[in-house]
């Protein structure tokens, strides 16, 4: 496909996607109920969210190298923070909003100028050690601020109307498309940019661009914080979304759920880890329906049990991507035009 | 005094676990440079079929009934870790980030499918009557159970040294941490080691889960997950590779976590922990043993 011709889908695509919450007709086996209805659209939307989140992983894991098991942390900074803001110190959303961009740019500048003066797998684990800090913080519920284990409702009077209830799903569902346009855009700016050259550098040898007088912790922190803001964004979307708060985002399981995601999708391409977000969000959401079928619950004990819990079947796809397919889905699919392209001559 | 004796035991009782799950994983690090997230769930899947193992015992004494559950957890932790290590670790030698992906994966997999067998509710295990007794030390009613776990973390820690010093294979696995090429380079198959590691650190793994849920008294299957996390930060701060270094950092960490979590609020131990972590790096990225990494 000629650039002009991929642009041309893209945007057409993109069009279909945003008049879908007008659509009144129905997918059967894809989707259930009407596709622009509330549950649909609230599905999609947290697609695009989790499309979202596994681009700004792919940027530290993908594209600097850094395998970082403390994702989570950020996402549910920007869950949390915005949270208490609106709804235990009922500020507006604008300032709740300021107070939480903060928070995500110092939160991860500190944290990350710790973990980065270790590399590889002691990175690894530093970052999931802070990440377990944060849960526990979370988890105790300090000054009845997070809710512990129950979560937090997202409450109070401030929020503007267009963002609660029912009815207005469609709001969020343009929200957390325009949500994931905006990463995608910053992050294909960011890995196409000088710096985003050097990170690529650094993944494949980082003591050479410490010889070509570069100094790489500079550059992985860059890309750190930048990539830790993206997903607070992201998490401050998800809480729209949710309408509440759950300590389940700040587990190291999310983490590695994000790691699954972009590893599924394909490592080191922007669309990949678009593409594992977007299909492993949307598998973990309906291989809980498909376990509740009655084709499911008739089979002896033995088949039921895998079947019925999604983790298990994501996990087992995960070791035959990461043992067969080393791309990932977005790999394979692009090995596959690549192919399809080469026979037809084009 | 007594209160001070109580914490104390009680935290070298969690650092015995920590130790046992942390030794494995600092070896298997050390050598083959992978970040086996799947200590968790040998830990796990070594406590259900240990407490399976001391159901199907029923109608035996609860000493035997214990004792079945203790070994069932030693050789399925032992036997799942070197199956994990033959079909899953070895494939991808030449790839070290696909191995720990593939760990990750078999983690998450699998207590996923420990929890859809057995429900996530937390399992009783059978005690003799006198685990469930006390012991008094200066003044302090100490769980019989706490004793019991360091006694057998003891033990592991002295086997773990006589079969790193006295042996062959131990001497194999000592120079392969400290140079793996030279190793390869004099003509031994540093490959059986690999496998020899993941077994003894499946070993220990196990035992960790059937004494966890001893020292708890019951088993779930969330709680490897936990400990590997608390696990990883002993590794770290004991200094990658060394069984000494894991042992001394775990003693730290879990009478630390305890002392804290007693005189502070709830769950500021934890916390803690994770900071002596960022203390111990940014003076001494090396750990404790101070093996550069």
Redesign the interface.
């Known amino acids: 496909m000629t650039p002009r011709v991929r642009l041309t889908v893209l945007v057409v695509g993109l069009v279909v996607l945003a008049a879908l919450p007008l659509a009144g007709f129905s997918i059967p086996g894809l989707f259930e109920g009407a596709l622009g209805g509330p549950g649909t659209l609230n599905l999609l939307a947290l697609c695009f969210v989790f499309g979202a989140l596994a681009l700004t992983y792919d940027l530290v894991f993908g594209y600097v190298g850094l395998l970082s098991f403390g994702h989570a942390l950020y996402f549910a900074t920007g869950v949390y923070v915005t949270a208490i803001a609106v709804t235990r110190w009922h500020w507006s959303l604008p300032a709740a909003l300021l107070l939480t961009a903060v928070v995500s740019l110092v939160l991860p500048l500190i944290l990350g100028a710790v973990c980065l003066r270790m590399r590889d797998i002691p990175f690894a684990m530093v970052t999931l050690a802070f990440a377990q800090a944060g849960s526990i913080l979370v988890a105790q519920n300090p000054f009845g601020l997070t809710g512990g284990e129950e979560g937090l409702a997202l409450g109070g009077d401030t929020l503007p109307s267009f963002l609660i209830g029912v009815t207005n799903t469609r709001n969020l569902f343009w929200i957390a498309l325009a949500l994931l346009i905006v990463i995608y855009l910053v992050a294909w700016r960011a890995v196409n940019s000088p710096p985003g050259r050097v990170w690529q550098a650094i993944r494949e040898n980082e003591r050479r661009v410490a010889m070509l007088g570069l100094n790489p912790y500079l550059y992985k922190l860059g890309a750190f914080v930048l990539s830790a803001f993206l997903a607070s964004a992201c998490g401050v979307v998800y809480l729209l979304l949710q309408g509440g708060a759950n300590p389940e985002v700040t587990t190291s399981g999310f983490t590695l759920a994000l790691l699954v995601m972009v590893v599924l999708g394909g490592v080191g391409t922007l669309w990949g880890a678009v593409l594992g977000g977007v299909v492993y969000e949307y598998l973990d959401f309906r291989l809980v329906a498909l376990s509740n079928t009655s084709a499911v619950q008739a089979l002896p004990g033995i088949l039921r049990v895998p079947l019925s819990e999604p983790l298990f079947l994501l996990g087992v796809l995960f070791i035959v991507l990461v043992l067969f397919v080393p791309g990932g889905l977005g790999g394979a699919l692009r090995r596959r035009l690549v192919l399809t392209g080469a026979t037809k001559g084009v | 005094m007594t209160t001070i004796a109580l914490l104390l035991i009680t935290g070298l009782g969690l650092g015995a676990l920590y130790f046992l799950i942390a030794a494995g994983l600092s070896l298997i690090?050390g050598l083959m440079?992978v970040?086996n997230?799947a200590h968790g769930a040998f830990f796990t899947v070594a406590a259900y079929a240990g407490w399976s193992a001391s159901g199907l015992v029923g109608g035996a004494s609860p000493e035997l009934q214990w004792l079945v559950a203790v070994a069932v957890a030693v050789v399925v932790g032992g036997a799942f870790a070197t199956l994990t290590e033959v079909v899953?670790i070895r494939?991808?030698y030449a790839?070290?980030?696909?191995q720990?992906?593939?760990t990750?994966?078999?983690?998450?997999?699998?207590?996923?499918?420990v929890?859809?067998?057995f429900g996530s509710d937390p399992k009783r295990l059978a005690l003799p009557a006198w685990m469930t007794g006390t012991t008094t030390i200066v003044g302090a009613n100490i769980p019989n159970t706490r004793l019991l776990v360091i006694a057998f973390a003891l033990a592991v820690f002295a086997l773990l040294i006589f079969f790193l010093r006295r042996t062959r294979f131990g001497l194999i696995v000592r120079a392969g941490v400290e140079n793996r090429a030279m190793v390869q380079a004099l003509g031994i198959d540093v490959q059986r080691a690999f496998t020899l590691v993941f077994a003894i650190g499946g070993m220990a793994a196990g035992l960790a889960g059937i004494l966890a849920g001893t020292y708890y008294g019951t088993i779930d299957p969330g709680r490897g997950?936990s400990m590997l996390?608390f696990a990883?930060?002993v590794?770290?701060i004991g200094g990658?590779g060394s069984v000494t270094g894991s042992a001394v950092a775990a003693i730290v960490v879990g009478v630390l976590q305890q002392f804290l979590n007693f005189y502070g609020?709830?769950?500021v131990g934890?916390?803690s922990v994770?900071?002596l972590?960022?203390i111990v790096?940014?003076v001494r990225?090396g750990g404790f043993s101070g093996a550069s990494?």
Do not use: E, N
């Open positions: 690090w440079r970040l997230f899953l494939p991808l790839r070290h980030v696909g720990v992906l593939v990750v994966g078999l983690a998450l997999a699998t207590i996923s499918l929890q859809g067998g997950t996390i990883f930060i590794v770290i990658l609020a709830a769950g934890d916390f994770v900071l972590l960022a790096l940014l990225p990494t």
